[in-house]
């Protein structure tokens, strides 16, 4: 158990649906990263939380949004999902924005969309 | 835009041999990332690499970084099955707050 939770492990759902993927950081991290991996796109940056704020964002579509909450944990929401949305989420963490330690992944959500 | 290039994608090889894969990287950065990711699993960090001239070894798995040529390398010694795995090499944007992953070195060895 790496200490990054992520819920749920697995995901079926259907296209224009939204769902809401769940990420707790390891205890003491602060940041929160997300990432989409694909067979084709491999591990593509979404966005970077700290302490509640946005810090970065990448490729990360507009039916596509996050949010870190006071207690740290994160959630990802996908509306109006298409069949190419689906894919391994991986959350990470770390204690600072800018980690000399690493970043802990979790056990990832595997969201097929069909 | 910070790229990271991996080298080769794929690889197989046999168990005793000697192999190294490559991580070149685009922009200015002191900071990489080794990690491993079984089929189906997360990823399991193994090396952090702060500094140019870092280098660290785990094993038969030895990561060095040369932040003047922006490349690292992930040397296997002495190749063995339970190796075979994906490495990614990771690299922090910097002032972007972005950790960027190369594409992966999908690594079967042959026993």
């Known amino acids: 158990d790496s200490g990054v939770t992520q819920t749920p492990k697995h995901l079926i759902t259907a296209t224009g649906q939204r769902v809401t993927l769940r990420c707790s950081p390891r205890?003491?991290?602060?940041?929160v990263y997300w990432y989409q991996q694909s067979l084709d796109q491999g591990l593509q940056f979404l966005i970077h939380?700290?302490?509640?704020?946005?810090?970065a964002k990448g490729n990360i579509l507009e039916r596509f949004s996050a949010q870190q909450f006071p207690d740290l944990h994160s959630e990802l929401n996908l509306s109006s999902l298409e069949l190419g949305d689906s894919a391994l989420y991986f959350c990470?963490?770390?204690?600072?924005?800018?980690?000399?330690?690493?970043?802990?992944f979790g056990s990832g959500t595997r969201l097929t969309v069909v | 835009e910070l790229k990271v290039e991996q080298n080769p994608l794929f690889l197989s090889m046999q168990e005793g041999k000697n192999y190294t894969i490559y991580c070149n990287y685009s922009t200015t950065s002191d900071r990489l990332y080794w990690y491993r990711q079984d089929p189906g699993k997360s990823l399991e960090s193994l090396f952090v690499?702060?500094?140019?001239?870092a280098v660290k070894q785990e094993g038969r798995l030895m990561a060095s970084l040369d932040t003047k040529a922006r490349l690292s390398t992930l040397h296997i010694t002495a190749a063995v099955h339970d190796l075979s795995a994906t490495y990614f090499c990771a690299v922090d944007s910097g002032r972007d707050d972005k950790i960027i992953f190369g594409k992966g070195t999908r690594l079967h060895i042959l026993p």
């Open positions: 939380y700290y302490n509640g704020e946005e810090r």
């Open positions: 690499l702060l500094s140019n001239g």
């Open positions: 990470a963490s770390s204690p600072l924005a800018r980690s000399g330690y690493g970043y802990t």
């Open positions: 205890s003491g991290d602060l940041s």
